[in-house]
């Protein structure tokens, strides 16, 4: 870095200004614990962003949702089987979801978080508008967009919560997320179910039409986090102001052409899934247990059917699993707890594995839930009161809060600069189960019955137990075999060294040509993002590993 008393007086006022710095004689990166970059904003400016993330992730979940109770009522008008109105008005949704898991990750990361927000807010509020007209023709497009447009918030807020906090902060970000995600998902079809009884399934759109409006305002004042777009934007002012024009700013994130950014970032989060053993093992684990979890969107109105609930009482089946989400909080005390302990010892890079531990836990207290419940339930068990069965839901929510939480918070922690990218590839997986899972739910507990039905999946969770112990035992030499996840583990290892500036490998997509994309950490804090001369890449702590 260039001695302060080399760099002209108007120029260093102008760089302490827009919070900047110089190193290598020319090149403008952030300055240490600069106010401007988002980590460092005033609190307010942080909590506005977070509250919108949570307020669009809790409704977006809830979208995918409330088809089931309209499907209900829209079936008798237009005419159809019980089982194409659930196609029309759920598994359409969920198709337009998965489709925004490999499109919105790779446009965040490149364009930014509002853009995103912004139009997707807007066009989710059309969708439901469109829902609500005669004809089954609009149904299935205002759903398919509902789910395209609602799926921006899975796709982009994770990257966008790690842009304004630290790992252990991400910890409980990341856990009001899922959170927020699953209250959706348990209060979207209570909330059907009753306004479709009491105004008509269309009144459920109508209401959604609003609820995405009020969205769409708050986007508009969302703050933009995506710190390589913030730093290029301060530079451009830097440079109006200075006139200077030898200095430079790079960004691994833009994309010179159209066709770059379809070649190289629009494929990230599919390539990623395919080549990256720990997306496609988190992927597949998160997937199957949420597709398990919004089966019972539409198993839950059979089961407590026969036991003589209305259709609209049948909905009240999902307070005990939102009693369970909630119940998962008591995790997150335990791994922050361990997570001060790690610190203390100095093994900070075991982090990621660390909050992988209650995962051990809520592996098993799926199965054990879905057992009870599979055998606490007409029309093979008769006898048990219906309260009992709600026993086992607890579980389930319990386990799907922390499923959630988990394996998404372990992406973010393996792949932060590519977080957004990790978590499009597991919700292209996870889209798909669950369009598998949608379709085949309502004639597979009529057909089956709801004991072996249920049966069935608490088997396949019950295998499930193992993969916790997969991730403890291995989670960390995967990690460090991928050049990806290898960036996680090599910050956690500047956090316990000195200070100094240090550049360390991020992507492998350059490595073993000219160039590769290496983050510059200074007095423990990463400052930027560039592209560098592998020979300028000096890689002391990742050799340590």
């Known amino acids: 870095m260039p001695d302060a008393q080399s760099v002209p007086h108007h120029l260093q006022h102008s760089l302490d200004f827009h919070g900047l710095a110089i190193v290598d004689e ?13 980590r460092h904003w005033p609190g307010l400016a942080r909590r506005y962003n977070n509250a919108f993330i949570l307020l669009f992730e809790g409704f977006a979940a809830a979208n995918a949702t409330i088809g089931a109770a309209a499907a209900v009522q829209a079936r008798r008008e237009y005419g159809i089987s019980t089982t ?14 998965t489709l925004a898991a490999s499109i919105f990750p790779p446009l965040s990361e490149t364009f930014g978080r509002k853009k995103p927000y912004v139009s997707c807010s807007l066009l989710l509020c059309a969708s439901h508008g469109i829902t609500a007209i005669p004809g089954l023709p609009a149904a299935v497009i205002g759903r398919l967009l509902a789910g395209f447009t609602s799926g921006v918030s899975f796709c982009v807020s994770p990257g966008a919560l790690e842009d304004i906090y630290d790992s252990e902060t991400m910890m409980w970000g ?17 909330a059907s179910a009753y306004i479709a ?9 109508y209401i959604a039409m609003l609820v995405s409006f009020a969205i769409f305002c708050m986007s508009l004042t969302f703050h933009e986090s995506r710190p390589n777009l913030l730093l290029l934007r301060r530079f451009e002012k830097l440079k109006a102001e200075t006139g200077n024009t030898t200095l430079r700013a790079e960004n691994p994130d833009s994309s010179p052409t159209f066709r770059y950014f379809l070649q190289e970032a629009a494929i990230r989060p599919t390539k990623l899934l395919f080549t990256e ?41 999902f307070i005990p699993v939102l009693l369970g989400v909630l119940l998962s909080t008591v995790n997150r005390f335990y791994d922050q707890h361990q997570m001060k302990t790690l610190r203390l010892e100095e093994r900070i890079s075991d982090l990621p594995e660390l909050k992988v531990q209650s995962f051990a836990v ?20 008769s006898d048990v009161p219906w309260i009992v069965s709600m026993i086992g839901l607890v579980a389930v929510g319990y386990a799907a809060n922390d499923f959630d939480t988990v394996l998404c918070g372990y992406l973010v922690d393996s792949y932060t600069t590519y977080a957004n990218s990790a978590l499009g590839g ?27 039905a249920t049966t069935v999946l608490a088997a396949g969770a019950t295998v499930f137990c193992v993969c916790p112990f997969i991730l403890l035992r291995y989670g960390r030499r ?24 240090v550049l360390l490998p991020v992507s492998g997509d350059g490595i073993g040509k000219d160039r590769v994309n290496a983050v510059m950490v200074r007095d423990d804090e990463m400052v930027s993002v560039v592209s560098t001369p592998v020979s300028a890449t000096r890689t002391t702590a990742l050799d340590q590993l």
């Open 26 to 38: 020319d090149r403008v990166i952030w300055a240490h614990q600069s106010k401007h970059h988002p």
């Open 84 to 97: 194409l109105a659930y196609v029309v008005f759920t598994t359409t949704t969920l198709i337009g979801i």
């Open 174 to 190: 990341m856990f009001a997320w899922n959170t927020a995600s699953n209250v959706g998902l348990t209060l979207g079809p209570i």
């Open 197 to 205: 009884q009491s105004l008509g399934w269309r009144w459920v759109f």
């Open 277 to 317: 053993p720990i997306v496609l093992i988190c992927s597949f684990m998160n997937g199957v247990a949420f597709a398990l979890i919004f089966a019972l969107t539409e198993a839950l109105t059979i089961v407590y059917s026969a036991f003589g609930f209305s259709d609209e009482a049948t909905s009240l089946a």
């Open 362 to 381: 809520s592996a098993p207290a799926l199965a054990v839930g879905l057992w009870l419940f599979a055998w606490t339930i007409p029309p093979l068990v």
């Open 426 to 452: 597991l919700g292209l997986l996870r889209g798909l189960l669950m369009v598998g899972f949608a379709s085949f739910t309502h004639p597979f507990y009529t057909n089956l019955g709801s004991n072996i």
């Open 478 to 501: 995967l990690r460090e075999r991928s050049s990806f996840a290898r960036y996680s583990t090599a910050m956690a290892q500047m956090n316990m060294s000195g200070p100094g500036e």
